[in-house]
């Protein structure tokens, strides 16, 4: 557990945002490799890539500054990342809605990118979610069995406690889907399946994960109406990945019989 990785002259390198640069960097290649395949010029892709990736990061940045509303004093603190301050789900919020718009506008295959997409998503995320175990962020419940680890003093986790390192489940999880939607997508039957796969994964993942976590300072999950049962995280889950394959199951499914159509 290393927050700082190193410093030159006094500036300090935080590994949770190097270890966020190196996921973008793996995630946009695989992007634009399988992109590639798909007949779409690379400079497109790359420009999908990255307003995809300000807007994503805008959107999870957005909701963990209202859910923690006294982190953040001025308008600066806003964009420093450094250690940490994403909510992941925040960055489906906002890329999903948008990431359509910008394909639909730059007639672009929109279904085959979201498949390429879900092969480097799962693989991104879990190399940032090494990131999180080094900055503390995003830190799992106290333990008393010798699963636990403990964060040192500076870091976001509490120190000298004894804690779940669900960063750590996170990760794993996260890179057995990532191998599991790379080995599918060569025998996907439509597009955007790999996209439904890496979705439903993941949703039942965090929201088994979600029992280890610690931070819950993030909220509950409709408290008026469910009380303290589930977490923001875990109500995301089951909403999201609900609403994301009904869309994609259709559209994809129309899409899929309008050029078989066609042919």
């Given at each position: ?11 300090e ?45 805008l ?33 489906f ?37 090494l ?106 889950s089951?909403?999201?990945?609900a ?21």
């Amino acid at each position: 557990m290393h927050p700082i990785l190193f410093d030159i002259n006094g500036f300090e390198i935080h590994t949770y945002g190097f270890m966020g640069g190196i996921a973008f960097i793996v995630g946009a290649g695989l992007v634009l490799w399988r992109g590639k395949n798909l007949g779409v010029p690379v400079e497109r892709t790359a420009d999908l890539i990255f307003w995809l990736a300000v807007l994503s990061l805008l959107g999870a940045r957005l909701v963990f500054v209202l859910q923690n509303p006294g982190v953040v004093t001025s308008p600066l603190e806003f964009f420093d990342i450094r250690g940490g301050g994403l909510v992941f789900y925040g960055s489906f919020l906002v890329g999903f809605p948008l990431g359509f718009l910008l394909m639909h506008r730059w007639e672009m295959p929109a279904f085959g990118i979201w498949d390429a997409m879900a092969t480097a998503f799962p693989l991104s995320h879990g190399i940032s979610r090494l990131g999180c175990y080094a900055a503390g962020c995003c830190y799992g419940a106290p333990t008393g069995t010798e699963a636990g680890v403990q964060f040192p003093p500076g870091s976001l986790a509490p120190s000298g406690v004894n804690l779940y390192p669900v960063q750590l489940y996170e990760a794993g999880a996260l890179f057995l889907i990532a191998l599991l939607c790379n080995a599918f997508y060569r025998y996907r039957r439509f597009d955007g399946q790999v996209m439904l796969l890496y979705l439903s994964l993941y949703a039942v993942a965090r929201a088994v994960l979600e029992v280890f976590r610690g931070d819950v300072e993030r909220g509950w999950f409709l408290r008026d109406q469910l009380g303290e049962v589930l977490t923001w995280s875990q109500g995301m889950s089951i909403v999201l990945a609900a609403m994301a394959i009904a869309v994609f199951f259709v559209a994809a499914r129309r899409a899929t019989s309008g050029t078989a159509a066609q042919e």
